[in-house]
């Protein structure tokens, strides 16, 4: 290296030093010390100004709740919910001390030691609600009594100062009694119950001060999130979690030397009693109330939001139509009753839910005999099957989807299948021979004969044709719950879990040409400074309008000639369909005019405590209980009144298909049948799709010639022959079984 490659190289390690020199005299220790204490004094600063600024408030609206007003759609009162909250303040001495303890235990284990605030979790909390993430974080039982006496429950940062300011004030002004008092006695504990006393009266019906360690437990586990764990509504995760909640809250106690290891021991889970209505929700009215809140919860509306009242609840319920859907149950079928001393008729319930099909509007609800004797909404509990009312959605998927039969034939209206009772299905994994009504079999017939006698071994190859899975879709589409809904055959017979509420919506959509419709009953909701959204009840295009009138046009012949005749006038031009299930545990009516879709149901339903499904065979001492009985009269009954005796409103139906028939080889001597009164298909012959080879399983001889109708009313139904099946859900699925779950196909 020369001198001048030396000299260069000695000034650049010179510059270097120099720079790293200054880096270092910048970035000293005192320097960064300095600057670190310095910001200390200035968050030291501004909380200490903030502490002065900030004062304690009196109580905040929360705390001194409003009631809230439900009225129906003209605007007249429905209901107030009782005087604007439920809850009765308790001294702390009366609450039991180990039922004390367990709030401490599930919320704030250091309560009695600390200050007042945690300062960890409201850090947490604070770099929550900056991201984004809302209301996580911990806070002590100081801090959730003053956010729910002083604050409000937003979650911003400037709330959370506040909060923590305040709590420490709180925290040294007042006793540590006298905060667990008034945060035991000002919390939310679902089901209506503000305070420790209403929460012991809602979930166990004693008072506070009889409480044992186990349910005051349950109660200080509720808070952490009252809707999700109420054990009466919870789902499995939601009673798993409450149940470790409980355990956790328990053990907590055993550490903290409030509870006896050998006591805890003995500990059980102590389940819930069933909710029970609040007073002033007699009759219908609870029924009506507790579904706009179930609407309400679902579009976000907290059960502790509204319960803070303030609230007006605008319903879609028609005063009118409800008046009269409750005179038509009485009318047809509790006036006919004897529940006090007929065993079946004192297990018979009601339900019905009737919508608008042009918005969707619930403008009448049948729960049942009243709300504060049977608190379950026949309506809307989804825990029996809709039986044959579903093959109507068996029809209108092979529709959408262009179904044919096993012998290449579009399926319509006129399209032939083998009407032979207990025939199994073809092209199928799963075996399934479903019995028709009385055992009875009809040869080849239509579509629309099929669907007006609720045939079931048509129907049956009908959902193997079309695949389950696709016929699955398009009833989710319309409306019907995935609720034990599983992709094989029988679903042709309705083996799913739904609602009347569920099925109105199904049928709704098909009365409004396709184009999906949501039932809702809350028509607004209106506070003076929250909101509420509200459903739309008109969704997109679920189903063709070619597929939806089509069913449309069968569903006419089923009141006209079928086993919907009783619903029939010639006041209204109506479509509907019978489902009864098996053992004749539900019967079903399921119907629309142009302005109107109502579904109405009997559930038989165990008087016993647990209320176990039970058969309504018998009731009224009228036999068999089919939908095309007390159903259908209750619908008949209300859709004249509702309608105002009547309407000249006809179904505008658009490019009905009538689908394909295997051309004939030779005559046959099967009767022609007509799809409608007024029309008449080619004569059936050939083979009947999905015909199988030899005679029909568990028949030895042909095939009876049906009758023009099959519909049985009840003084005319046959006492129930005994069940061959293998059980509810699943019927006939396995070899040799013929079982079906709409046993006679109503």
């Given at each position: 290296?020369?001198?001048?490659?030396?000299?260069?190289?000695?000034?650049?390690?010179?510059?270097?030093?120099?720079?790293?020199?200054?880096?270092?005299?910048?970035?000293?220790?005192?320097?960064?010390?300095?600057?670190?204490?310095?910001?200390?004094?200035?968050?030291?600063?501004?909380?200490?100004?903030?502490?002065?600024?900030?004062?304690?408030?009196?109580?905040?609206?929360?705390?001194?709740?409003?009631?809230?007003?439900?009225?129906?759609?003209?605007?007249?009162?429905?209901?107030?919910?009782?005087?604007?909250?439920?809850?009765?303040?308790?001294?702390?001495?009366?609450?039991?001390?180990?039922?004390?303890?367990?709030?401490?235990?599930?919320?704030?284990?250091?309560?009695?030691?600390?200050?007042?605030?945690?300062?960890?979790?409201?850090?947490?909390?604070?770099?929550?609600?900056?991201?984004?993430?809302?209301?996580?974080?911990?806070?002590?039982?100081?801090?959730?009594?003053?956010?729910?006496?002083?604050?409000?429950?937003?979650?911003?940062?400037?709330?959370?100062?506040?909060?923590?300011?305040?709590?420490?004030?709180?925290?040294?002004?007042?006793?540590?009694?006298?905060?667990?008092?008034?945060?035991?006695n000002t919390a939310y504990y679902g089901r209506g119950a503000s305070g420790v006393q209403a929460a012991?009266?809602?979930?166990?019906?004693?008072?506070?001060?009889?409480?044992?360690?186990?349910?005051?437990?349950?109660?200080?586990?509720?808070?952490?999130?009252?809707?999700?764990?109420?054990?009466?509504?919870?789902?499995?995760?939601?009673?798993?979690?409450?149940?470790?909640?409980?355990?956790?809250?328990?053990?907590?106690?055993?550490?903290?030397?409030?509870?006896?290891?050998?006591?805890?021991?003995?500990?059980?889970?102590?389940?819930?009693?069933?909710?029970?209505?609040?007073?002033?929700?007699?009759?219908?009215?609870?029924?009506?109330?507790?579904?706009?809140?179930?609407?309400?919860?679902?579009?976000?509306?907290?059960?502790?939001?509204?319960?803070?009242?303030?609230?007006t609840f605008t319903l879609n319920i028609d005063k009118k139509r409800q008046k009269q859907l409750e005179?038509?149950?009485?009318?047809?079928?509790?006036?006919?009753?004897?529940?006090?001393?007929?065993?079946?008729?004192?297990?018979?319930?009601?339900?019905?839910?009737?919508?608008?099909?042009?918005?969707?509007?619930?403008?009448?609800?049948?729960?049942?005999?009243?709300?504060?004797?049977?608190?379950?909404?026949?309506?809307?509990?989804?825990?029996?099957?809709?039986?044959?009312?579903?093959?109507?959605?068996?029809?209108?998927?092979?529709?959408?989807?262009?179904?044919?039969?096993?012998?290449?034939?579009?399926?319509?209206?006129?399209?032939?299948?083998?009407?032979?009772?207990?025939?199994?299905?073809?092209?199928?994994?799963?075996?399934?021979?479903?019995?028709?009504?009385?055992?009875?079999?009809?040869?080849?017939?239509?579509?629309?004969?099929?669907?007006?006698?609720?045939?079931?071994?048509?129907?049956?190859?009908?959902?193997?044709?079309?695949?389950?899975?696709?016929?699955?879709?398009?009833?989710?589409?319309?409306?019907?719950?995935?609720?034990?809904?599983?992709?094989?055959?029988?679903?042709?017979?309705?083996?799913?879990?739904?609602?009347?509420?569920?099925?109105?919506?199904?049928?709704?959509?098909?009365?409004?040409?396709?184009?999906?419709?949501?039932?809702?009953?809350?028509?607004?909701?209106?506070?003076?400074?929250?909101?509420?959204?509200?459903?739309?009840?008109?969704?997109?295009?679920?189903?063709?309008?070619?597929?939806?009138?089509?069913?449309?046009?069968?569903?006419?012949?089923?009141?006209?000639?079928?086993?919907?005749?009783?619903?029939?006038?010639?006041?209204?031009?109506?479509?509907?369909?019978?489902?009864?299930?098996?053992?004749?545990?539900?019967?079903?009516?399921?119907?629309?005019?142009?302005?109107?879709?109502?579904?109405?149901?009997?559930?038989?339903?165990?008087?016993?405590?647990?209320?176990?499904?039970?058969?309504?065979?018998?009731?009224?001492?009228?036999?068999?209980?089919?939908?095309?009985?007390?159903?259908?009269?209750?619908?008949?009954?209300?859709?004249?009144?509702?309608?105002?005796?009547?309407?000249?409103?006809?179904?505008?139906?658009?490019?009905?298909?009538?689908?394909?028939?295997?051309?004939?080889?030779?005559?046959?001597?099967?009767?022609?049948?007509?799809?409608?009164?007024?029309?008449?298909?080619?004569?059936?012959?050939?083979?009947?799709?999905?015909?199988?080879?030899?005679?029909?399983?568990?028949?030895?001889?042909?095939?009876?010639?049906?009758?023009?109708?099959?519909?049985?009313?009840?003084?005319?139904?046959?006492?129930?022959?005994?069940?061959?099946?293998?059980?509810?859900?699943?019927?006939?699925?396995?070899?040799?079984?013929?079982?079906?779950?709409?046993?006679?196909?109503?």
């Amino acid at each position: 290296m020369g001198r001048a490659d030396a000299r260069r190289a000695r000034a650049r390690g010179s510059r270097r030093a120099a720079k790293s020199g200054g880096i270092r005299r910048l970035f000293t220790w005192k320097k960064l010390l300095g600057t670190f204490f310095g910001l200390c004094l200035l968050v030291m600063g501004a909380f200490v100004a903030l502490y002065v600024y900030v004062d304690v408030p009196e109580a905040n609206a929360m705390a001194e709740r409003q009631s809230n007003v439900y009225k129906y759609s003209d605007g007249s009162l429905l209901a107030r919910d009782g005087k604007g909250v439920n809850r009765q303040i308790v001294d702390l001495a009366v609450v039991p001390k180990e039922v004390q303890h367990t709030f401490v235990a599930a919320e704030n284990k250091s309560f009695y030691d600390d200050q007042g605030v945690d300062l960890k979790g409201t850090t947490r909390g604070l770099l929550n609600t900056l991201s984004g993430k809302g209301k996580q974080g911990g806070s002590t039982i100081t801090q959730q009594y003053v956010k729910n006496y002083y604050l409000t429950q937003d979650a911003t940062v400037s709330r959370k100062l506040k909060e923590l300011v305040i709590s420490l004030k709180v925290d040294q002004k007042k006793s540590k009694s006298f905060i667990l008092a008034g945060y035991i006695n000002t919390a939310y504990y679902g089901r209506g119950a503000s305070g420790v006393q209403a929460a012991a009266q809602a979930y166990y019906g004693v008072d506070a001060k009889d409480l044992n360690v186990s349910q005051g437990a349950y109660l200080a586990s509720l808070l952490q999130a009252p809707s999700q764990y109420d054990w009466a509504v919870a789902s499995e995760t939601g009673k798993r979690l409450v149940s470790e909640r409980w355990a956790y809250t328990l053990d907590n106690m055993v550490e903290m030397g409030w509870l006896d290891p050998a006591e805890r021991a003995k500990q059980k889970f102590p389940v819930p009693q069933k909710p029970k209505p609040a007073p002033g929700m007699e009759g219908q009215t609870g029924y009506l109330v507790e579904a706009a809140n179930q609407e309400l919860r679902k579009q976000g509306l907290t059960d502790e939001a509204r319960e803070a009242g303030g609230w007006t609840f605008t319903l879609n319920i028609d005063k009118k139509r409800q008046k009269q859907l409750e005179k038509s149950v009485e009318d047809q079928l509790e006036s006919k009753l004897d529940r006090e001393g007929n065993k079946v008729d004192a297990t018979v319930q009601a339900g019905a839910t009737s919508v608008n099909p042009k918005n969707g509007a619930v403008v009448a609800l049948y729960g049942g005999v009243g709300a504060t004797q049977h608190w379950i909404s026949n309506a809307t509990r989804q825990d029996y099957q809709p039986a044959s009312t579903f093959k109507p959605l068996v029809l209108a998927s092979a529709l959408e989807n262009e179904a044919k039969t096993q012998d290449g034939d579009l399926i319509g209206l006129n399209t032939v299948y083998d009407g032979t009772s207990r025939r199994p299905v073809v092209g199928s994994d799963t075996p399934f021979k479903p019995q028709n009504e009385d055992d009875r079999s009809y040869g080849p017939i239509s579509v629309q004969k099929a669907l007006n006698s609720s045939v079931n071994s048509v129907f049956a190859q009908m959902v193997v044709d079309v695949t389950p899975a696709a016929v699955k879709r398009t009833a989710l589409g319309l409306g019907v719950p995935d609720k034990n809904f599983p992709e094989r055959p029988a679903i042709t017979l309705g083996t799913m879990n739904a609602s009347t509420w569920d099925m109105a919506g199904a049928y709704a959509t098909l009365d409004n040409h396709g184009k999906q419709v949501t039932p809702h009953i809350v028509k607004s909701a209106e506070h003076r400074s929250l909101t509420a959204k509200t459903v739309d009840g008109i969704g997109k295009q679920v189903i063709s309008r070619k597929s939806a009138d089509t069913v449309t046009s069968g569903l006419t012949g089923v009141v006209d000639a079928g086993s919907g005749r009783a619903a029939n006038t010639s006041a209204y031009d109506a479509a509907g369909k019978t489902g009864t299930s098996e053992n004749n545990k539900s019967a079903w009516f399921a119907g629309y005019t142009p302005e109107l879709t109502t579904v109405v149901a009997l559930f038989g339903e165990s008087a016993k405590d647990g209320g176990g499904q039970v058969s309504l065979t018998g009731t009224a001492n009228s036999g068999r209980a089919n939908g095309g009985g007390f159903p259908a009269e209750i619908w008949a009954d209300y859709t004249l009144g509702a309608l105002g005796g009547g309407s000249n409103a006809q179904f505008d139906l658009e490019d009905v298909e009538r689908g394909e028939v295997t051309p004939s080889d030779s005559p046959s001597s099967t009767p022609s049948e007509s799809t409608k009164p007024s029309e008449t298909p080619p004569t059936p012959s050939g083979t009947p799709s999905g015909t199988p080879s030899g005679p029909p399983t568990g028949q030895s001889s042909p095939p009876v010639t049906p009758s023009e109708s099959t519909s049985v009313t009840p003084s005319e139904s046959p006492d129930l022959p005994p069940d061959p099946g293998d059980g509810e859900g699943q019927p006939g699925e396995r070899p040799g079984n013929s079982n079906s779950n709409d046993l006679f196909g109503r």
